[in-house]
């Protein structure tokens, strides 16, 4: 049965988009709960990591269900809903406050590379194939999605892949800078695994408040200190947090982060 499944490795929560009969197609069901299963690992104090991957070794996500767009997208105000449910969970990465990893195996591709590309990271298996083919639709493609391409890959490479709609691999997905690792599919859960326990080690208020100027920054290049942003960095200064970071420091010995 399609649907969003989640479980907990220690400090990193998974999200797991499960659909395998068709390569881990969105269902409308599934654009509406990606985000609160998002939000929840993001609201657990005990998750330093939110990892989103698609369940099975034979794609990430293939993309949405086509097959319900004649129900789901025939009239103006049904066509409103669905593109507002999958702004929502396009953007539900980027809004939470924790570091979010796309672990990236087989087929990526439409809402998949989509979803991917508002992770934080993403990591790919040498497997990987995507594709964005909303020419093929005639699908009108949302102004936000087309900037966060733009700022990871850059005009020209939005450009080729959205004109072209054709299908790409993991090194050149790389060369983009869509992805920053690709390694082969044995390792690739090893490569996730070592990349999360390198951040549940860290201080959460410090990516907290990274994340945050980053995303400040996407949205206004002009003014990338907003009031957020400057809280966010006078409360990692203030913290206890920081006040353990130079007592480890000094005593020589890791820091024990509570992300107070």
């Known amino acids: ?25 969105m269902t409308t069901e599934m654009w509406v709960d990606l985000p609160a299963r998002i ?14 991957s698609g369940d099975g070794d034979k ?14 997208r025939s009239e103006a105000d049904a066509q409103k809903r669905y593109s507002d449910s999958v ?4 953007t539900a990465a980027a809004l939470a406050s924790k570091p979010v990893i796309a672990k990236i195996r087989g087929i990526c591709m439409g809402g998949g590379l989509g979803l991917a590309a508002g992770c934080d990271i993403r990591i790919c298996a040498d497997d990987a ?14 102004a936000a999605g087309v ?19 054709r299908i790409f691999d993991a090194q050149e997905a790389l060369r983009m800078g869509f992805v920053t690792r690709v390694v082969p599919a044995t390792q690739l859960d090893a490569a996730v695994d070592e990349l999360t326990a390198n951040i549940a080690e860290n201080a959460p ?6 994340k945050l100027t980053v995303q400040n920054f996407l949205l206004d290049p002009a003014h990338p200190e907003s009031p957020a942003v400057r809280a966010a960095i006078k409360a990692c200064n203030a913290s206890q947090d920081y006040a353990e970071g130079v ?11 509570t992300g107070q």
């Open 1 to 25: 049965m399609a649907g969003i499944l989640v479980h907990r490795q220690g400090a990193v929560g998974h999200v797991v988009v499960s659909n395998l009969q068709k390569f881990n197609a």
């Open 39 to 52: 939000a929840e690992f993001d609201r657990d104090p005990d998750i330093r990591a939110i990892v989103m």
């Open 59 to 72: 794609a990430f996500i293939s993309g949405a269900d086509i097959s319900q767009f004649g129900a789901e």
């Open 87 to 90: 702004h929502l969970a396009y």
């Open 129 to 142: 194939r995507f594709r964005m083919p909303a020419a093929r639709l005639s699908l009108g493609y949302e």
């Open 147 to 165: 900037q966060r391409f733009v700022s990871l890959i850059g005009a020209q490479n939005t450009y080729d892949i959205f004109f072209s709609a």
């Open 205 to 210: 208020l410090t990516m907290k408040a990274l």
């Open 247 to 257: 007592r480890a420091f000094g005593e020589k010995r890791k820091p024990v982060f």
